[in-house]
């Protein structure tokens, strides 16, 4: 079995909802892992706020600054000093804007205006409604990966090529849909 295989395998295994969050989380972060470090540096898992209010789920430092690599690219365009990821592994409850919202409030100047919300399903229309006025009123762009995207990355990290470029693809096909 290949590591690709696996984490797919433990991706689609995980079961939706409370009973699952914990795996689906931990798989999540290994598959981010696997796939963007290097060249982001490795994730600050759970950190939360000085005062302790707010826990983002996990953080991948972005030091690429110089170059045309894409999260250079994204480092430049977005301020992404710091990529934020939220993991919803919802079963009957819908992801919708107040999940978008808690996680556009995570967006700090110092972190950027980047943040991925990794899921086992896609927001609802609520949800991407809000992800566009966000970005309208502060320029925060808020992507939606689900399983199917972590998967194909996954893919195209096995063939040899950057599971970054979907990254890219994401946020400009967000550029092309904003209204």
């Given amino acids: 079995m290949t590591v690709v295989s696996d984490l797919v395998d433990r991706l689609n295994a995980c079961p939706a909802g409370k009973p699952g969050w914990a795996q689906f989380e931990q798989v999540c972060i290994d598959i ?67 999940e978008i919202n808690q996680t556009r409030n995570y967006l700090t100047p110092a972190m950027g205006k980047l943040a991925i919300v990794c899921s086992n399903k896609l927001p609802n229309d609520q949800a991407h409604i809000k992800r566009n006025t966000i970005y309208s009123e502060e320029k925060k762009v808020i992507l939606f990966l689900a399983k199917d995207k972590l998967e194909e990355m996954l893919y195209i990290k096995e063939r040899g090529d950057d599971p970054g470029d979907l990254v890219m693809d994401e946020i400009e096909w967000f550029y092309l849909q904003h209204e």
């Fill in 32 to 98: 981010l892992t696997f796939l963007f470090v290097p060249p982001l540096s490795q994730p600050k898992i759970q950190p939360r706020t000085y005062s302790e209010i707010d826990r983002r789920d996990a953080v991948f430092p972005n030091r690429e600054d110089i170059g045309n690599g894409v999260w250079a690219k994204i480092f430049r365009e977005l301020d992404a000093r710091l990529i934020l990821f939220e993991f919803k592994n919802y079963d009957a409850c819908e992801i919708g804007k107040d």
